[in-house]
């Protein structure tokens, strides 16, 4: 039986970051992942050509942990336009950011979305938090929707623009997601630019995964964990067709996990349509909205318009998003998605061809108030426990829980 300091089970973006750092301490660190390849939920797969990601990934780099244990520039980061257009009954209209575009801020009050008192109570909401991310968490924490409502954030600006964009965003249309993360999170959206790798969203945990092979860690892919029992002073980790491994610690990063003994929060689903087309409906890079409502769609993007690189030559890849129906009975078709895409882009959209739909139900976990984030990383039963779950809903946190694992391990070995 192979032996070692730590197993880590799982390896996505916490998971690679735990072991990273436990092989930097100099522990022998091995992680196992049932999949082919390392990622989890941040993957991309290539069909036809295109470069699909598994639902529709943004990178941001303002996040701290970017900055400290991700090399943007290696990952030739193609960025989204600070901006969203809207689709109105008659018209679309285009918001662009007031901190990034001043100059816009006239267009943007005439676009007849933006009556000066929605904007003033948009910023009471938001400025406390663009200043210091502390006041976010400073005082009692309540639901996006009594949020809103207390700040005077109403109108167009919010039901047309604001609710269906964060919808993709939070995997959430109905506003129930603590309003502290949200602010967290618009405050992440205002200091940094988010984009896609060039080479898809998995080019991210590929990274990571060099960075933990260069510091020692090894990685078993399509290696499933079957079991861990505690014997004596280690643990026995069985893995579906192959040999048990022996560790004195086992870190479980294996997103949201039914089988863990913690309490868990519930997962929140996306679904994610990808169609071809052979002529883009518009040059415009920045995300859609339908403001009028009308269909699943939350938010739709022309991933070519600012990544080139997600298509073969002379082809374009459209990326249409809903919210994951709650349950099995509500079942959003492909006619109701082109209908919605063809008045979204004013286009013909029955020459597309659909390429794939990503149904994820364990998207993103359920941010509710009050907003936790930072649970507990060590079991009662000895093993430990990373993943988004942990911290924040975002890359931030995963990659934020799988530093806080390993400290708690190496804490705990006398490392």
Known sequence: MSEYDVVVVGAGLAGLRCATRLAEAGLDVVMLEANETVGGRERTDVVDGFRLDLGFHVLNPAYPAVQR???????????????????????????????RHPSSLLTTLRSGLVAPADLAALARWAAPTLVSARAATSGADRSLEEAWDRAGVRGPLREAVLEPFLAGVLADDRQQTSDAFVRLLVRSFALGRPGVPAAGIGALPAQLADAARRAG???????????????????????????????????????????????????????????????????????????????????TAVMTNTAPTYAPRGQHLVQATCVLPATATATTTEHEVRRQLAEVWDADTRPWRLLRRDDIAAALPAQDPPLTPRRRVRLDDGRYVAGDHRDTASIQGALVSGQRAAEAVLRDLGR
């Open 69 to 99: 244990w991700v090399d943007v520039d290696a990952l030739a980061l193609r960025r989204f336009p600070v901006a969203v257009g809207v689709r109105l009954d008659d018209r679309l209209a285009r918001l662009e950011h007031p901190l």
């Open 217 to 299: 860690a090894g990685i078993r892919l399509s290696h499933r964990v079957v079991s861990t029992r505690r014997r004596g002073a280690h643990w026995h980790v069985g893995v579906e067709g192959a040999g048990a491994l022996s560790a004195r610690a086992v870190v479980v990063a294996t997103g949201l996990d039914p089988a863990l003994d913690v309490p868990l929060p519930r997962p929140r689903g996306l679904q994610t349509w990808w169609f071809a087309t052979e002529a883009a409906p518009t040059d415009d890079a920045a995300l859609r909205v339908d403001g009028r409502r009308r269909g699943p769609i939350v938010n």
